[in-house]
Every structure is written in structure tokens, then in C-alpha cells.
């Protein structure tokens, strides 16, 4: 199929009729602009200019809008200009990085860090990089163990690797350990997500803790949805759990969640830091963080060590939304974090219910296929530490509106 009566490539008439197939299953998408972050006079934290109230973004502790942060990234602008330049190996790395690097691995009690430009390119190097160098280019050398809800950015991490990649069960701690005890790879990696983007579970952490360094595997945990809102000040799952410090766990986080600016970050050993510097090759082949968005990621991990108690509100939070939605009648997940999913089944469903939330002042994430499952769409609600009364009330409207005319199939 080169080309149609018309002289168009017949691959644009494959890919419109698979479009036109997405948007008449509810699986079609939009760019939908944002209002700005600054909010309408009067309307409090966490309400756009266009006076709807965000339930749908990452900014679990409420400081994307922060003052003290768009001030930092104003001043990095001025004195290192507005992008890194090169790749962190030329000239993309500047002392915001490695003064964040720093703060980061010390804030999370970790050996060392290492700042990326996203959360998805530190989750790619870590275990595309571990797996090349401990397999040493050998596709029998290590097994990759992941959970079958891990976000894509570790999927596609496993799948990059060059080793043999085993996807157990949600949360079965039995057959991760199955799958190590049965390995014939001199090396394992276990890779999960800490907090789980959209159900907001939690990892059974220490088990799996436990798992691996009986079995003699490095453990990769993403914290993307854990860092500032679990654990000690924040300071993510493994440290709620205990295992912070322990050699045998890696961590990634984001810069872009609780920390409301950009990029990405690892933090473990010394050794696997190095190992990233010297072969993880989305780090080596990427430009640098953007030096503003490095200054407010620094800002903002100033604030969280003076208001330690951030995360815990978020918390609170996030499980009165839950208990909100529950009492309308909703399936909901039990948060473990700030992010609250309401199930509803199927596409159609999630779409009108997201668009009338919005018709009653209230933004929300919609999840549908291939984010989630079949049968699974739902709404994702994600809490903050900076949500008033007024705003439950708006949520507590928006639902009842839901509830009122969406059927739910889940």
C-alpha cells in the first residue's frame, strides 16, 4: 500500500481510520490548554483563571504556584540563562544541579543523586544502564522483575534492557519471589512503582525488601508519587518503610510532583551513580535539566524541610476525597498517597463524567485505555495539601452530579 488515487500515502488512510476508530471507542485524546497558575483574584490556591479547581494535576503540596519558587527559576534565568545548553557531559550541568544533587541525596538519605531533564528519562537509565553493565551486553545474564501496574516509563525501561523480563502479578510478594528463586541469571533487578500512579496503592515495600536481598537483587523503587508526600517529611516510601539507606535499593524520583517544577532524579550507591554518568545513555545523550527548573526544585525542597508536615495534609487530603466519593456511592481506591482513583468502567462513562466536573467548577484526570485495563476507566482524583473547605464542597457538588448522570459498569 505506497500510495492511493490521490497520490496520498496510504499509511495517513491506515492511521485516520485508526484515529476515527479511537474517538468512536471513547479513546481519543485532546490537547486541552490550562489555565495560568496565578488564579483569579480571589478564587484561593489551586483555582485556575478559569476558575476551575485542579484535582487533576501532580502539584500534591500546592507549590507550582508557589511564589518563592517562580522567584528562584526567575533569578537562574537571569544568571544561567533559560536552558542547560548541552548534555550534562558538555556543558548542561551548572551548580544548581549539582548543589540539588546534594540536597537531594541528603534530604532522602541516600549515598548520592544524579538530576535528569525528566522523571521518565531517570527511570529509562537506571535500569537500562544496571542491566546493561551487570549483564555485560549478555542477554542471559540478568532478570528484570516487574509489576504488572508499574508506569510505562519502567515498562518501556524493561523493555530497552536487553534482558529477560518477568511482569508478576499487582503487588504478589510470592511471585516475585518465585521468579528470583527460579532464575538461572546471575543478576536481578525488582522493579515497582512505590505509590501506583492510578489506583494510589502502595507497594508492599518491605516484603519485597526482604525478597530481594535474600535473593541477592537490587531493588528499583519509582517514587515519583511517594517523594514529599510519604514517609518523614516526605522523604518518599522506602524511608516510611525503613529501607532508605539499604544498598540493595535504588530510588528515581520526580521533580515535577510534590516539587512543583521539572526534571527527574536517581539516588542510590555511589556505584550505580557512577555507572549512570558513564553509560546510562539517557542521561548521556540528553540535554541537561533546565537550570530554572533546577532552581525551583531546589526552592521547593527548602520549603518541604521547613514544613515537613506537607505530606501528611496531602494525605488527609486525599483520603477525605476518597471518603467524599465513597459516600455518593463510588467505587474508590483506599489512598495511600495523595491520588484517589473513582472507578467507572468504561470509556464513554469516564469522558462524561470528567466534562461534568468541569461543568461544576472541578478539573479531573480521566484515565481510559491504554492507561489502564479494559473495563477499568475511571477518574483520577489527586489531593493537595492546600485544599479548603470550599473546595471539598465543590468536589462533593461535581460528584453528586456524576453520580446523578453517568452509569457506572465497573
Wanted: proline share 6%; with cysteine; charged share 20%.
Amino acid at each position: 500500500m505506497g500510495t492511493n488515487a490521490t497520490g496520498e500515502p496510504g499509511a495517513l488512510a491506515v492511521l485516520r481510520a485508526a484515529g476515527a476508530a479511537r474517538r468512536a471507542a471513547g479513546l481519543g485524546r485532546t490537547l486541552s490548554p490550562r489555565a495560568r497558575a496565578a488564579g483569579t483574584p480571589g478564587a484561593g490556591p489551586g483555582t485556575g483563571r478559569d476558575g476551575l479547581l485542579d484535582l487533576a494535576s501532580n502539584d500534591y503540596l500546592g507549590l507550582a504556584a508557589d511564589p518563592r519558587l517562580a522567584e528562584a527559576a526567575a533569578a537562574a534565568a537571569r544568571d544561567w540563562g533559560p536552558g542547560a545548553t548541552g548534555s550534562r557531559l558538555v556543558t548542561g550541568t551548572t551548580e544548581l544541579h549539582t548543589r540539588l544533587e546534594d540536597e537531594l541525596a541528603a534530604y532522602t538519605r541516600a549515598p548520592r543523586a544524579l538530576v535528569f531533564s525528566s522523571g521518565y528519562l531517570a527511570n529509562l537509565a537506571a535500569v537500562t544502564a544496571l542491566a546493561q553493565v551487570l549483564g555485560q551486553d549478555r542477554d542471559d545474564a540478568v532478570l528484570i522483575v516487574s509489576d504488572a501496574a508499574n508506569h510505562a516509563s519502567l515498562i518501556d525501561a524493561c523493555r530497552l534492557a536487553r534482558a529477560r523480563v518477568e511482569v508478576t502479578p499487582h503487588a504478589d510478594v510470592a511471585a516475585v519471589e518465585r521468579a528470583l528463586t527460579r532464575r538461572a541469571e546471575p543478576f536481578a533487578l525488582v522493579v515497582t512503582d512505590t505509590v501506583f500512579s492510578v489506583a494510589g496503592d502502595l507497594a508492599p515495600l518491605r516484603d519485597l525488601h526482604r525478597v530481594a536481598a535474600g535473593q541477592r537483587a537490587l531493588l528499583v523503587l519509582d517514587e515519583a508519587h511517594a517523594f514529599g508526600v510519604l514517609g518523614p517529611g516526605g522523604r518518599g516510601g522506602a524511608a516510611a518503610a525503613g529501607i532508605a539507606g539499604d544498598p540493595h535499593v535504588i530510588r528515581t524520583f520526580t521533580l515535577s510532583k510534590s516539587l512543583g517544577s521539572q526534571g527527574g532524579a536517581v539516588a542510590g550507591p555511589a556505584e550505580v551513580i557512577e555507572t549512570l554518568i558513564d553509560v546510562g545513555r539517557a542521561f548521556i545523550f540528553d540535554t541537561g535539566l533546565a537550570p530554572p527548573s533546577a532552581a525551583a526544585a531546589r526552592a521547593a525542597l527548602d520549603i518541604l524541610r521547613h514544613q515537613p508536615d506537607l505530606g501528611q495534609r496531602a494525605r488527609a487530603n486525599a483520603r477525605r476525597l476518597a471518603a467524599l466519593a465513597a459516600g455518593l456511592d463510588f467505587p474508590v481506591s483506599d489512598p495511600a498517597g495523595a491520588v484517589v482513583r473513582v472507578l467507572l468502567g468504561e470509556p464513554g462513562a469516564a469522558v462524561r463524567a470528567q466534562r461534568i466536573c468541569a461543568d461544576h467548577g472541578v478539573r479531573v484526570g480521566c484515565f481510559r485505555p491504554p492507561s489502564v485495563p479494559p473495563g477499568q476507566s475511571c477518574l483520577r482524583l489527586t489531593a493537595r495539601a492546600d485544599l479548603t473547605e470550599v473546595h471539598f464542597e465543590l468536589a462533593f457538588r461535581a460528584l453528586g452530579a456524576v453520580r446523578d448522570h453517568v452509569r457506572i459498569t465497573a
